[in-house]
């Protein structure tokens, strides 16, 4: 089982707004991750234990490119979790 990142007041707080609506969320991030991820690094791997919806924001961070949970389910995308 992988350990759990515990949210520390030592991550950093970065936005992240949706190309659709424009709407802006909060997103944390472990500064030690977030440097392992830039660098390279696989967003499944930096963060195994991480939501598929954080790490599209993660995605989009370092992307620029975003679609909100609203958004993405407006216009008919389907999620990998409902198909289970």
Do not use: F
């Not at 970065?14 to 690094?41: F, L, Q």
């Not at 790490?55 to 407006?74: A, F, K, P, T």
């Amino acid at each position: 089982m992988n350990e759990q990142n515990i949210i520390t007041n030592s991550w950093d707080k970065k936005h992240i707004s949706c190309n659709v609506c424009r709407s802006v969320e909060a997103v944390m991030v472990d500064p030690d991750r977030w440097d392992k991820y830039i660098t390279g690094g696989l967003v499944q791997d930096v963060w195994p234990e991480a939501t598929p919806a954080y790490r599209e924001q993660i995605i989009g961070l370092r992307s620029g490119y975003h679609v909100c949970n609203d958004c993405w389910h407006s216009v008919g995308w389907e999620s990998d979790e409902e198909e289970e």
